[in-house]
Each structure stands twice: as C-alpha cells, then as structure tokens.
C-alpha cells in the first residue's frame, strides 16, 4: 500500500513540475502546439461536418415512408456526373399506365403511390403571392402514405375528389405560412396556381429541411386534377413502393422491377431503363461519396500530426538542454532514473492533450458551423474526439521517450557541472 502512495506521490510531483515548465515557456509551448492543433482540429472539423450531413440525410430526407422504396425515369439521390446522365437522357417516360400496372399487379406491396411533380410555381391568395418556388405534386390515395406526408391540419383526398378531378388542394406546412397571414386559417380558403383555383383541404405536419433544402414549400393536388390541368402524358411518372413489411422488402423491389420490365419490354438479359431507390439508398450513397474525402483529411492531418510530433521531441530535447543542472541536483537528492523519464514523458503527453483539447472544441464548432447553415441540430462527435486524444496521447508518447530517456540517463555528476 505504501509504495503504492508512495508512486501517485512520484505521479502527482511530475505533473506538477510538467506543468510548471509548460507554464514558464508560454510562448514556446503554445508554438509548439499548433501542428497538433491543426491536425487534431482538421479530423475533428471533418468528421462533425459529415456527421451533421448524414443527420441532415437521416433527419430530412424522409420523402419516403419506411419499407418504402421509390421508382423513377433517373437515378435519385446525388448527383450522377454528365456522363452519366448523357448515357441516360434518352429513356423513355414511365407512363401512368405502367405505374397502374405495378400497383395492380404487386401483391408484395401494402400501397403503391403514383405521382407526378411540377416545379417553380407561384401561388395566389388575395393578392398575397408566393416567389416562383413551389413544387406541385400530383398524388394518387396511396401517394401520401407513401411519401410518409402527415395531414396535421384537415383532411387529406377522397376515391370522390380522384374519381371527379375535385381542384383540392393540400399545402406543405412552409407554404401554408407564407400564402396565409397568422390571423388567417388556411382551410377552406381558395388559391391560383397557374390560373386554376383550388379549395385546401388539409395542411401538411412540418417535414424540416435535407441539406438546407426545405421540403414543405410544395402543395399536393389528386393525380386526376393534375393530368386535367397539366395532361397525362409527356412527362414521366414516380412510383413509391411500399412493402408489406421489412422482411419482404427485396421481394417486394424484385417483384415491381420484374412487373415494370414487363410493361416496358426490356429485353431478358439487358438492364433496367429505369431507376429504384429509398432512404437507406441515398445514405449508402452519401457515405460512399464522402469516404475518400474522409481518408485524404485523415492522411493530411496525420502528416500534420507528425510534424507536430517531431516539433515536441525537438522542444523536450532543447528543455532537458536547458534544463541539465536541475536534473542533476535532482538525482544528487535521491531522484531514481524512472523519476525523471516519468517528468519528461508527462511533460510530453500534457503538451500534446492541451493541443488536442484546443483542436476538438474548434474543431467541433468548425464543424457544426455546416448545422447552422443547414439549420439542422449541432453534432458532437464523442468517438472521434475520444480518438483524438488518444492520438495526441500516443504522439506524446513515442515522440517524449527519447527526450525523456536522455534526461533519465545523464551522468549526475557531469550535469552538476553544466553551466
């Protein structure tokens, strides 16, 4: 038990004296931690800036209900690449008649939604207008479950308002505050869109935004009023899926693409003229987009990381330098050589976990800088920044034994003599 007391006492006058050298060479030192805060702060600034991406993903990109999936002419998600999309630009429309027919035909499916979307709309109340921003979609019945739209707000469509075209209309949560003042309920009240009045029906429960995009300035209108308005063809149909449950989800996906094939004739053997995807699609995507990105930050700050710790060596090699007569009068009084390495490797380590501590807080609010543009929730990366410090831990290691060890070895009587 004593000696046990006895090396926390040892322990504890070695921070301290670490402590105090760091203190006596403020300038020094503080030059000395900028490698490591440059690195520690790039991997930290990284990684919160992805993570509040993938939250944003996560969080906002919910235009799909869960065990859902979605059918498109191109490739959601991010963007291709012009090659790409070169390659595709020639495919046919889905028509409603195909979509009719995965929703007829899928008996995997719990509800198949059809829609088709108008862009850079103005909306029209008493002489209130909106800029040229909205989307209008038109919905089948299922079309809203499966775009996992909540009507927080009224009422959602009727089979009567499908079968008779009804102009109803229901707004997203962001448009209903434009379009309305506060004092004013939206229910009831009549717009223009494009010349055509609509009566609301129902407002939308607020959906957030996917980075930085919001996705409630859009208004939904029966899938037979849009093609009243806009014409049935000439432009091509989506098609949301949505699985009995999670456990036929890919049965589900093989039985609409085997259906849709059919309907379009694709040849056995030739690729899909048409594209699938949901949430988790669009996730998987990101991270594989964002991974070598990740891995060149890594490997920059490490070699940031390194510089830094070749700076530390130098700086505890000039300190024992400086610091030789004080070493020898320490083993003159009985200072055993573990003493001394345990000084100077503290001192080392201490260094190296300030510059860290320093490079994880700006770090992290470097990051989550990207959160309030997004206007998304803040994210503290607990893991990367364990991992952080347990680098910087490791640098002050290996790059504060040499040091250490010169000073542990030195002749106690040749140090007395150092001037």
């Not at 991270?287 to 940031?304: K, Q």
């Not at 002050?396 to 003599?417: N, S």
């Amino acid at each position: 038990m004593s000696k046990i007391l006895l090396d926390w006492s040892t322990l504890r006058e070695s921070l301290a004296m670490a402590v105090n050298a760091i203190r006596a060479n403020k300038l020094r030192s503080a030059l000395t931690l900028i490698g490591m805060v440059v690195g520690v702060f790039s991997i930290i600034a990284v990684m919160t800036a992805m993570g509040v991406l993938r939250n944003s993903i996560e969080e906002g990109m919910t235009q799909l209900g869960a065990n859902t999936f979605q059918i498109q002419k191109f490739p959601g998600g991010f963007d291709s690449g012009h090659e790409e999309r070169r390659r595709l630009r020639n495919r046919k429309d889905i028509t409603y008649e195909q979509a009719q027919r995965v929703r007829d035909q899928a008996t995997y499916a719990e509800a198949v939604g059809i829609e088709a979307w108008q862009f850079g709309k103005i909306a029209w109340w008493e002489g209130r207008r909106t800029n040229p921003n909205v989307q209008l979609a038109g919905e089948n019945l299922d079309g809203l479950a499966t775009n996992n739209w909540v009507v927080a707000r009224g009422r959602g469509f009727s089979a009567q308002d499908m079968d008779l075209g009804s102009k109803v209309i229901v707004l997203g949560d962001n448009l209903a505050e434009k379009l309305f003042p506060s004092y004013a309920d939206p229910l009831n009240q009549t717009i223009r869109i494009d010349g055509y009045l609509y009566r609301v029906i129902g407002v939308f429960e607020k959906k957030g935004s996917a980075l930085g995009d919001g996705q409630d300035n859009f208004a939904s209108i029966p899938i037979t009023t849009y093609f009243g308005v806009y014409g049935k063809y000439g432009r091509s149909i989506n098609i949301m899926v949505k699985a009995l449950n999670r456990e036929v989800y890919e049965d589900c996906l093989d039985q609409s693409r085997a259906i849709l094939r059919a309907a379009r004739n694709v040849p056995p053997g030739a690729e899909d003229d048409f594209a699938y995807f949901s949430n988790e699609a669009i996730i998987t995507q990101f991270n594989d987009l964002t991974s070598g990105f990740r891995l060149g930050v890594l490997l920059i700050s490490s070699i940031a990381l390194l510089a830094a710790g070749i700076g530390i060596m130098n700086i505890m090699l000039v300190s024992v330098t400086e610091r030789t007569r004080e070493i020898g009068i320490r083993k003159a009084i009985g200072a055993l050589r573990r003493d001394i390495l345990s000084q100077f490797i503290i001192e080392a380590v201490l260094l190296s976990l300030i510059g860290g501590i320093i490079g994880v807080i700006f770090g992290i609010i470097g990051g989550n800088a990207v959160s309030i543009w997004l206007k998304v929730p803040a994210v503290v990366p607990w893991d990367w920044a364990g991992i952080g410090l347990g680098v910087c831990s490791a640098v002050g290691l290996c790059f504060g034994v040499y040091p250490a060890w010169k000073a542990a070895t030195l002749d106690p009587i040749e140090a007395l003599r150092y001037e």
